[in-house]
Nanobody
């Protein structure tokens, strides 16, 4: 059973926008904090943004003011709106379910590639 499934990645020029979606199982959506991570080859996975069950949001310094995390309770879906994209935003983006008490990951999606060209 797929618990997290991302979509919406692709290629865009610098300055452009993309919106990622992550369809979650109802159990995951209702019982875990959710987050977006990204990873480039040879580097550690980086948490980009997170949202708590109640809706409180947090962002990594590198994306503050450009990315917005949100969720749709009716669709059990997590989103990441990415604006003013930069080449350094190029990465594989993953949706994750986090244990809310310590933000440790419990489940991952399969990832979706985002490529930003200059």
């Amino acid at each position: 059973q797929v618990q997290l499934a991302e979509s919406g990645g692709g290629s865009v020029q610098a300055g452009g926008s993309l919106r990622l979606s992550c369809a979650a199982s109802e159990y995951i959506y209702n019982n875990y904090c959710l987050a977006w991570f990204r990873q480039v080859p040879g580097k550690e996975r980086e948490r980009v943004a997170a949202i708590r069950i109640g809706g409180a949001k947090s962002y990594g310094d590198s994306v503050k003011g450009r990315f917005t995390i949100s969720k749709d309770n009716a669709k059990s879906t997590l989103y990441l709106q990415m604006n003013s994209l930069k080449p350094e935003d190029t990465a594989m983006y993953y949706c994750a379910a986090l244990r809310c008490y310590n933000y440790s990951p419990s489940a991952w999606g399969q990832g979706t590639q985002v490529t930003v060209s200059s």
